[in-house]
């Protein structure tokens, strides 16, 4: 099963955006495409609802394919699509 998901790097003043989770890990915002959802939707709406911050999209920057394994030993490939952006000022 493939999994996607969709966000980015923020950029603001030189300077980007990482969310620290609970178990310590710097990672950028993303998450999940929901249900007939383009990817560019997503990413603005998972970069607000992780961060809290409204940014805008300034260009694609490319995907990342891999490998991962649930908590409960599922193995599934994933799909990250990265976007640049800018907060919104």
């Known amino acids: ?7 980015g790097v923020v950029i603001h003043n030189g300077e980007f955006l990482l969310l620290k989770k609970f178990s310590n890990e710097w990672v950028l915002p993303k ?6 959802e383009t990817k560019e939707i ?3 709406r998972e970069v607000q609802e992780e961060s809290g911050i ?3 999209i300034i ?5 990342v394919k891999y490998d991962y394994q649930h908590n409960d ?3 599934v490939k994933k799909q990250f699509i990265i976007f640049i952006w800018s907060l919104k000022i």
């Not at 260009?59 to 995907?63: D, I, N």
């Open 1 to 7: 099963m493939l999994e996607v998901s969709a966000g």
């Open 73 to 75: 030993g599922e193995k």
């Open 42 to 44: 997503a990413a603005i």
């Open 59 to 63: 260009k694609y920057l490319g995907f």
């Open 31 to 36: 998450g999940r495409l929901e249900n007939n």
């Open 54 to 56: 409204k940014a805008r």
